[in-house]
């Protein structure tokens, strides 16, 4: 497949988002960008950017806009064809609008926002159960409640946004990960 495009996962922590947009994006020969994954790459690796970040994520709130949209430039500036899906990126609709820009500089508009949507106690049993297969330190109960939190105030606007935008797709994504997968497919 050729041709640019962009699709962006939201949903709330434990969602599923990592997990389908890694299958999407082999399927549809796309770059798969999680600010997430790469933040905690910084931290892990100790690099200035991690040293910053470090103390906002432990505390569960979001990464300043600036320090985030750099390193999206970042990964963007380095696609031959920008070709990508955005997971955990944007939160806010001030994020959604710089990234927009970016992506208007580019040539490359959003194409498709897939909305995976799950019930508060589902997400809560999901991601309890990552933090202990996975012993993600950023994974306890007050930090994903305080994540669930943070995500309905800050992140729901971005739901308004998209949908006046008509790129909106809305998915159930509760049940088989296959099942979900089939339903995201059918959705861009």
């Known amino acids: 497949m050729s041709g640019a495009m962009v699709l962006v996962?939201?949903?709330?922590?434990?969602?599923?988002?990592?997990?389908?947009?890694?299958?999407?994006?082999?399927?549809?020969?796309?770059?798969?960008?999680?600010?997430?994954?790469?933040?905690?790459?910084?931290?892990?690796?100790?690099?200035?950017?991690g040293k910053q970040v470090a103390p906002i994520m432990e505390r569960g709130d979001l990464v300043p806009d600036e320090l985030i949209l750099a390193i999206i430039r970042e990964e963007l500036s380095q696609m031959a064809e920008v070709r990508a899906i955005f997971d955990g990126f944007p939160r806010t609709t001030r994020q959604a609008?710089?990234?927009d820009e970016l992506l208007a500089e580019l040539g490359a508009p959003v194409n498709a926002a897939v909305l995976l949507e799950v019930p508060e106690e589902e997400?809560?049993?999901?991601?309890?159960?990552?933090?202990?297969?996975?012993?993600?330190?950023?994974?306890?109960?007050?930090?994903?409640?305080?994540?669930?939190?943070?995500?309905?105030?800050?992140?729901?606007?971005?739901?308004?946004?998209?949908a006046a935008a008509g790129v909106l797709k809305r998915v159930d994504g509760v049940g088989d990960p296959g099942q979900i997968y089939c339903r995201i497919r059918e959705a861009v």
């Open 9 to 49: 996962f939201l949903g709330p922590p434990g969602a599923g988002k990592g997990t389908q947009a890694a299958r999407l994006a082999e399927d549809l020969g796309l770059t798969k960008i999680s600010t997430g994954d790469i933040l905690r790459s910084h931290v892990a690796r100790g690099t200035e950017l």
């Open 97 to 99: 609008e710089a990234l």
């Open 123 to 162: 997400l809560l049993r999901r991601l309890l159960r990552r933090a202990k297969l996975e012993g993600r330190a950023d994974d306890n109960e007050q930090t994903i409640r305080r994540r669930l939190q943070v995500y309905r105030e800050q992140t729901q606007p971005l739901i308004d946004y998209y």
